[in-house]
C-alpha cells in the first residue's frame, strides 16, 4: 500500500497488517498501533510521535529520519530495523533488544 504523506494521527490502527507499506513521511501523531505488523515498512521521516507501538512488528523496518520522540515501543520487534538519525527523546524501549542495531546519529536522550 502507498501511505506516504499520509495523515493518520490519532488513528486506531491496532493489529493492522502493513507489511512492505510506504508511510514515508506519513503523520501518525499519537497513532495507535499496538500489536500492528509494520514488517518491511519504510517509515522514514515520518512524524510517529506519541504513538502507541507496543508489541508492533517492525522487523526490516525503515526508520532512517524518524521521529519517535515520546513514541511508546514496549516490546515492539525491531529486528533488522534500520534506525539512522531517528529522534528517540523520551521514548518508551522496555523489552526492546538493540544489540547489532545501526544507532548512527539517533537521539535516545531521556528515553
Not at 18 to 37: D, I
Not at 65 to 87: C, E, F, K, P, Y
Amino acid at each position: 500500500a502507498n501511505l506516504g504523506k499520509a495523515n493518520l494521527s490519532k488513528a486506531n490502527l491496532a493489529g493492522v497488517n502493513f507489511t512492505r507499506a510506504n508511510l514515508r513521511e506519513a503523520n501518525l501523531f499519537e497513532a495507535k498501533l499496538v500489536k500492528a505488523n509494520l514488517r518491511s515498512v519504510d517509515l522514514s521521516a515520518a512524524i510517529v510521535s506519541s504513538t502507541d507501538l507496543s508489541g508492533a512488528i517492525l522487523r526490516d523496518a525503515n526508520l532512517t529520519n524518524v521521529d519517535l520522540s515520546a513514541a511508546i515501543m514496549t516490546g515492539a520487534d525491531l529486528t533488522g530495523a534500520v534506525v539512522v538519525q531517528a529522534r528517540m527523546q523520551g521514548a518508551s524501549l522496555g523489552g526492546i533488544d538493540l544489540r547489532g542495531m545501526d544507532l548512527s546519529d539517533v537521539d535516545l536522550s531521556g528515553a
